[in-house]
């Protein structure tokens, strides 16, 4: 069973950071296509970064690019997103699915940011 547990959410200032991390478990991780995906209240789901499964190409939404960085560490079956200059349009709940793009694949239950003085 393909299990992706998120953390690393919480409570940041404008400006501030946070890292992100996402346990996979459940499958082949370092032959998988990755991404993040952040749905805000009252909104759709937002796709934001993918990356690939040997994490040497990378993608981002025009949202977050020059922002966010994601990355993977396929020896510890983990995707990790380090946002800096957090903004408070980037709160939402943000959820690490398997795929570096689309809608499909299996997803994590997510983690709250929220960005707020």
């Known amino acids: 069973e393909v299990q992706l547990v998120e953390s690393g959410g919480g409570l940041v200032q404008p400006g501030g950071s946070l890292r992100l991390s996402c346990a996979a478990s459940?499958?082949?991780?370092?032959?998988?296509?990755m991404r993040w995906v952040r749905q805000a209240p009252g909104k759709g789901p937002e796709w934001i970064s993918g990356v690939d499964s040997g994490g040497g190409i990378k993608y981002y939404s025009n949202s977050v690019k020059g922002r966010f960085t994601i990355s993977r560490d396929n020896a510890k079956n983990t995707l990790y997103l380090q946002m800096n200059s957090l903004k408070p349009e980037d709160t939402a709940v943000y959820y690490c699915a398997t795929g570096a793009s689309g809608t499909g694949g299996s997803w994590g239950q997510g983690t709250q940011v929220t960005v707020s003085s």
């Open positions: 459940g499958f082949t991780f370092g032959t998988s296509g």
